[in-house]
């Protein structure tokens, strides 16, 4: 998929802003910034766009038309609303209101539930625990819209096998495995220039072999033995790699 176009209105120093950062760290998203309601309408005036935060507050009648025309002509466009503030009844429809009260989990969890993905999106497994594929595919293989197609390597060299055949939307990828590591795979990635967002999916991971790896990019890190590692975190944290990665 594409690179994404997110544009943020919100006020100086919100902790929105921050977190919004954070959020986005992972992926080549470089979101657009506004304080003001003429700044970002400009912009939609010019540009382009996937994605928008909206403080209600900053909210202007000029900036809530230019909206609802863009989202005519580009019905995949979202707008999400940051906070409880008073919203101004001008006809704007918001896909999601985010609460005050956000944290990491609970902001991925309800934002994936609103993007537009294909039909099917392919993942492939790069690790040499086959429990792992198999746990990962066992749960993946019941969802719908979207669907989810999960393909399994033992070991780095044939994850590029895979790789070459067809390209995934999503890379899954173990870090000690034998015959090619997941270090040497990610660097060919990134040397043959394959855009595809990757999770670092590992048991322990040194410094320094994490330091390799953020020389040539920076995935997604998830430890197999922290939250993150679930099979329904890991579902939202693949939506999120493969729309915004």
Do not use: C
């Amino acid at each position: 998929m594409s690179k994404r176009t997110v544009l943020i209105l919100e006020k100086e120093k919100s902790p929105w802003l921050s977190f919004l950062e954070e959020f986005f760290e992972e992926t080549p998203v470089k979101p657009h910034t506004f304080t003001y309601a003429p700044e970002i309408g400009a912009y939609i005036d010019r540009h382009t766009w996937d994605i928008a935060f909206i403080n209600p507050e900053l909210l202007s009648l000029a900036l809530a038309q230019k909206l609802r025309v863009f989202r005519q002509s580009s019905p995949e466009t979202r707008i999400f609303q940051l906070g409880e503030g008073k919203r101004k009844d001008w006809n704007v429809f918001f896909d999601a209101v985010f609460s005050s009260d956000f944290n990491s989990e609970k902001f991925l969890n309800q934002i994936v539930q609103h993007l537009p993905f294909p039909d099917v999106l392919r993942v492939l497994i790069v690790d040499d625990e086959p429990e792992i594929g198999a746990m990962l595919r066992d749960f993946l293989d019941q969802r719908v819209r979207p669907a989810f197609e999960v393909e399994y390597a033992e070991n780095g060299r044939k994850g590029l096998e895979a790789i070459a055949g067809k390209t995934p939307d999503v890379l899954i990828l173990d870090i000690k495995m034998p015959v090619m590591d997941g270090r040497e795979v990610y660097r060919t990635i990134k040397q043959k220039g394959l855009a595809i967002p990757v999770i670092i999916f590992f048991d322990a991971i040194s410094w320094d072999e994490m330091m390799e790896i953020r020389k040539y990019g920076n995935p997604s890190v998830v430890e197999k033995s922290s939250n993150q590692s679930s099979v329904p975190a890991m579902m939202a944290l693949i939506k999120k790699m493969a729309y915004f990665g």
